[in-house]
């Protein structure tokens, strides 16, 4: 039996969400996990985690990010530099990733007091986090507000290089999927029903149905 929601449900009246629609916890749709690095005014560098966002491609490869806060770091040092960095995570260095955002003074230096290494980017001006097997490197192109007078930008940026270790594109040796590939952020999913709510989760991802095995019907 199929359930509608067009208002929350009873079950969750009241409950603090900390901004995030009831809808949000209710679907749970999972989202990559990146961290997003740029260089603060001093030349310092800024690391947030971003997971509202995704890929596309029409004359060239780009990436929007539906939610940026604009009252934060990340926004800020975009709008100045106008590039940023995404860095995928993997199991091995999501926590370090993480602890990025627990540093997060104008003063400090984020990769670093993290616990990661920062090297500079080939193409645009941002840094990128070296243990990260995947770094996009983008450059600004348009932004707008997802609401209007709201807190969340959705941005769009070009990537214009692509820096890959070579194990990650080797499925023989650590791969892009399974265990040991990219992460996607499960957001607290709620049942609806119960309100019953489960613990956030960082996960990988299973192929599961080849191409081969749908055209052969
Ligand atoms: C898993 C995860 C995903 C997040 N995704 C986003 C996001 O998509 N958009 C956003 O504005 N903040 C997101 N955040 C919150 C920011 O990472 C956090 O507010 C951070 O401290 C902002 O850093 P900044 O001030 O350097 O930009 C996320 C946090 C976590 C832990």
């Known amino acids: 039996m199929k359930l509608e929601f067009s208002a929350a449900p009873a ?19 999972p989202a990559p996990l990146v961290t997003v690095t740029t260089y603060k005014p001093d030349g310092k560098t800024n690391a947030t985690m971003q997971s509202w966002l995704c890929f596309t491609n029409e004359d060239g490869f780009y990436c929007i990010f539906g939610s940026v806060n604009r009252h934060k770091h990340m926004y800020q040092t ?5 590039a940023l960095v995404i860095n995928f995570p993997s199991a091995d260095n999501y926590k370090a990733c993480y602890r990025t955002i627990r540093h997060n003074r104008m003063e400090d ?27 996009l490197e983008c450059e600004f192109v348009w932004e707008k507000e997802l609401v209007p007078g709201g807190n969340s930008m959705v941005v769009c940026v070009k990537v214009v290089n ?3 270790d070579e194990r990650w594109f ?7 999927y399974g265990e040991t590939g990219y992460l996607y ?13 489960s613990e956030i989760y960082a996960a990988t991802l299973r192929r599961l149905i080849p191409q081969s095995e749908i055209d052969e019907g």
């Not at 975009?78 to 106008?82: C, I, S, V």
């Not at 230096?109 to 097997?133: F, N, Q, W």
């Not at 080797?170 to 892009?176: P, S, Y």
């Not at 607290?188 to 309100?195: A, E, L």
């Open 170 to 176: 080797d499925e023989h040796q650590q791969g892009r």
């Open 109 to 135: 230096d984020e990769i670093i007091a993290a616990g990661l290494t920062a090297e500079p980017a080939g193409m645009v001006d941002a840094p990128r986090i070296r243990e990260c097997a995947l770094n």
């Open 78 to 82: 975009l709008k100045q530099r106008r």
């Open 185 to 197: 952020n499960i957001h607290s999913p709620i049942n609806p029903v119960t309100g019953e709510e």
């Open 11 to 29: 079950s969750l009246e009241g409950r603090n969400m900390y901004g995030f629609d009831w809808k949000e916890h209710v679907c749970a749709i």
């Open 162 to 164: 692509v820096v890959m």
